[in-house]
């Protein structure tokens, strides 16, 4: 018979023992009833349902939404008030560098709000400043038109918009066939030229997020082709590229398709508040190789 100590320690070890149990049973219970993918590895972020500047209204700024997809990924999208073109501008922060995709069309204030944002982030993580890259998905008029006032920004190195800068930059010795790769911290960006749609077009594959840009090169809308057998090879260039990596949205620089199949929004069209989503996938990305086949 134990003594009373003893019966103590038995009944307190015993708790224990049922707590510890409970604590190893519970997370194997748990995650059989929802399991938990680990997201394949990329960063994740969210994407908006609509988009605000492309309606009648843009509440927050007449000229740009800016959306966060996450607190190193920014997606500008400008209003159909400033152009009816509405591109879509890609910000993307490194440890080292942030590197800005696009500068938007027609006349804005694109410098300022781009400045904003980079001010909001490096006060967040405690910097004065990050230097800023602008590159371009190519070189058509309404994905350039802010560039000379990205000049006017601190610590900033605008890629001039021709196909000799652009290969100049990123170190791209055989043109077109050649992928480079330009870190900005780590955050290492695959750059893929891909012309067709224009002859300085590129491609760029950010792995933290699993985002391939395409620029207007593939976006939800209609995809304008000024040399078709460039443009076969490259949409096949980036098939053979995404064949062993995560690809978790494929973002161009428009949207003209309507939410309702094979119907898309007019040029000239500034309100599309039934318009398409802007994310694609790479089932659309195989659709457009088996199309040009
Ligand atoms: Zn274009
Ligand atoms: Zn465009």
Known sequence: MPSQKQIRLLHTCG?????????????????????????AGVRRGVLPDRWKASGPECPANPEFQVHEYNEDLYILRESGRSNYEKPFLYLLFGKDKALLLDTG????????????????????????????????????GDHIAGDEQLKLLPQTTVIAPNPGAVEA?????????EIAKYDLGNRVLDVIPIPGHEASSIAIYDRQTGILFTGDTLYPGRLYVSDGPAFI?????????????????????????????????PI???HQPEEHELALGRAQLLELDDALA
């Open 15 to 39: 708790r224990w023992i049922f707590v510890v149990a409970a604590l190893l049973v519970l997370p194997a219970l748990v995650g059989a009833q929802a399991p938990q993918p680990d997201g």
């Open 105 to 140: 069309a027609g006349k804005t204030d694109v410098a300022h709000v781009v400045k904003r944002v980079i001010d909001s982030w490096a006060s967040r993580n405690k910097r004065d400043g990050v230097p800023l890259i602008v590159a371009h998905t190519h070189t058509h």
């Open 169 to 177: 930059f990123f170190e791209i010795k055989n043109w077109p066939n």
């Open 233 to 265: 090879a490259s949409v096949r260039r980036l098939v053979e590229f995404t064949n062993d990596k995560i690809v978790a949205h494929i973002l161009g620089n428009h949207i003209e398709q309507t939410r309702t199949p094979y119907l898309d929004y």
């Open 268 to 270: 000239g069209t500034v």
